[in-house]
């Protein structure tokens, strides 16, 4: 394995534990916007489609393969954070301002 | 730009959604926090546009189309269809929507590792007879499009079972463990020998073929589980995006897919296992045990009669009431009661009586969902209350309300070692002094079993729909 190898496993070990650390405060009022929300973030797919579509050079196939990806990881991104905005305009505490 | 400034950006990212996610604690930050995890979005993106010259360098040599008119035509597409879905999905049909999102997470992270296979292998192989991707990339690929599979279609199986398009019981065959189990033999035997040699002629076929099997193995894993664990699918899918995520980045050796696919990994399965949790009953369980197929035959045989009472009997009780609760079930979202209830509850409000309610963690199709709800009908979020938070005051309650809830209160879990629920944390509505039930009839819940608290004494149903009879609480009051 190569030291890139390496540093990515890293990342990957230390994140875990962050995500696992933050992910517990969250409390079960805001479980379905967390969710919606988490899954926007993991739209992040789209980042690596872009990679892919850009340095897929003269070959059909792979830009087709890549640019579906785009489409979905960009629905997951757009529709994810708009969803959970949506969402979290309602959670609303009384006395705090009409509705918007 | 310079790679090392683009490393930064990402980092940048990074702190971005882990802030976001920490702003997630509280319902006060909580929309600020998706707005700052948007921007971390936004910043990988464009740092990810600049980069992409130098990457298409190094992987090509020489820099003649980057595609970005492909690339904006699937974001424009994405956008769009993202827009509207956002916008145009009903509250009570949320679960349905994530569902939906996991699964195009899931099949945006097959198609990212189909692409690169595509790429590094059968188009390399085509011009030069050899292949550029090393075993570890490889092999990261087939995890990219196994976990991406599965999420896809296991996704849309939890969309449909939600949407009611195919039956929400669980569909158990025979001989099922075994097919899933020689389904993933069947996948990493594909995997070992494309790894072995990827110039074989055969090798595409078993491209193919993992691709194919990650998708039934999605259908698969799905279809035995019960409407009523959805939750449970919902949360596990949604790690399981955030995994595909993190393979993806593998892939192309991305750190900001790593770290944000690991974070979504991460709470998928810390929802996952409070929702396990708040059934008392294991992932393996929950997964593997067609949980709600049929009637299930353990629990006392419960004894007694169940007491019917008319909404005018329920608006008595309710005006000299000085504590009210609402204990919210899926059958609130079916009934579109929510509205209603809150109505009803601002009437109580007026009336003197403290309101709140409390929610089951696993009330409702998926982890939240019956805060969504509430909260959509303006209900203030200092009134949700949990269960572990509502459960040591409850004696002190004069009305418990049941809407649509059944199995989430039933004192058998409590209290009878034989049932079949024994051990999971319920909401002791039975401890308040008085509780109201709104059921359509003596249906029972969707473990199949009896409910004691229908029989308590100080239980009684008010059968019919729940929204009608809130309704008709509501104009009792108002007269």
């Known amino acids: 394995m190569d030291n890139q190898v390496i540093y990515l496993l890293f990342i990957l070990a230390l994140s875990i534990f962050l995500g696992f650390e933050i992910i517990s405060k969250v409390p079960s009022t805001l479980h379905t916007p967390l969710m919606s929300g988490s899954n926007a973030i993991s739209g992040i797919t789209l980042v690596g489609a872009i990679i892919a579509a850009g340095t897929s050079g003269g070959d059909q196939t792979t830009l087709i393969l890549a640019t579906l990806a785009v489409t979905f990881a960009t629905i997951n991104v757009v529709g994810g954070y708009m969803v959970t905005d949506r969402m979290l305009g309602m959670f609303k505490k009384k006395g705090s301002g009409g509705n918007k | 730009m310079n790679a090392g400034l683009i490393e ?24 600020k926090g998706n707005f700052v995890s948007f921007v971390g979005m936004l ?116 969309w449909a079972k939600l949407k009611e398009v195919i039956g929400g019981k669980p569909t158990v065959f025979p001989g099922q463990h075994i097919l899933n189990i020689l389904l993933v033999a069947g996948a990493v035997t594909c995997a070992v020998m494309i790894t072995k040699d990827p110039t074989a002629d055969i090798a595409n076929y078993l491209f193919w073929g993992a691709i194919g099997i990650s998708v039934v193995l999605g259908v698969f894993a799905v279809i035995p589980i019960g409407g009523a664990d959805m939750p449970v699918v919902i949360s596990l899918m949604n790690s399981y995006s955030g995994l595909a995520a993190c393979a993806a980045g593998f892939v192309v050796k991305n750190n900001i897919l790593i770290v944000s696919g690991a974070l979504v990994g991460a709470s998928g399965v810390i929802l996952t296992v409070i929702m396990c949790k708040a059934m008392n009953r294991s992932l393996s369980n929950v997964l593997f045990s067609g949980f709600g197929g049929a009637s ?25 009431a000085s504590s009210v609760v609402f204990v919210p079930g899926y059958g609130l979202a079916v009934a579109q009661a929510q509205h209603v209830a809150r109505e009803l509850g601002e009437l109580l409000e007026e009336n003197g009586a403290e309101v709140s309610y409390a929610i089951h963690p696993v009330a409702g199709r998926m982890p939240g969902h019956m805060n969504v709800l509430l909260a959509e009908a303006n209900v203030s979020y200092d009134q949700l209350i949990e269960m572990d938070d509502i459960n040591p005051n409850i004696e002190n309650i004069d009305v418990a309300i049941v809407v649509g809830a059944n199995d989430v209160v039933n004192p058998a879990a409590r209290d009878d070692e034989t049932s079949p629920i024994y ?40 059968f019919g729909d729940a929204k009608g009879t809130i309704q008709s609480l509501v104009d009792e009051f108002k007269n």
């Open chain 2, 296 to 320: 299930s035959s353990g629990g006392k045989a419960v004894e007694g009669e169940a007491k019917a009472a008319s909404p005018e009997d329920a608006y008595y009780v309710l005006e000299s």
């Open chain 2, 43 to 158: 910043i990988a993106i464009v740092a990810t546009f600049l980069y992409l010259p130098q990457l298409a360098e190094a992987k090509l040599g020489t820099v003649t189309d980057l595609h970005y008119d492909w690339i904006a035509y699937g974001m424009i597409a994405g956008t769009i269809i993202g827009l509207l879905a956002a916008r145009l999905i009903a509250m009570t049909s949320m679960p349905e929507m994530v569902a939906l999102l996991n699964g195009f997470g899931g099949i945006s992270s097959l198609l990212v590792g189909w692409a690169v296979y595509q790429y590094d292998v059968v188009a390399t192989i085509a011009i030069k007879n050899s292949t550029s991707a090393d075993t570890l990339t490889l092999a990261t690929i087939f995890l990219s499009v196994l976990i991406g599979g599965v999420t896809f279609s296991g996704s849309l199986i939890a």
């Open chain 2, 423 to 462: 051990g999971m944390p319920i909401i002791n509505v039975d401890k308040a002094r008085t509780v109201y039930v709104l059921k359509r009839g003596m249906g029972m819940g969707f473990a199949g079993i009896q409910n004691p608290l229908f029989f308590k004494e100080n239980t009684r149903m008010i």
């Open chain 2, 8 to 31: 930064l950006s990402y980092i940048v990212a990074a702190i971005l959604f882990i802030f976001g996610l920490k702003m997630m604690s509280s319902p006060a930050t909580a929309r």
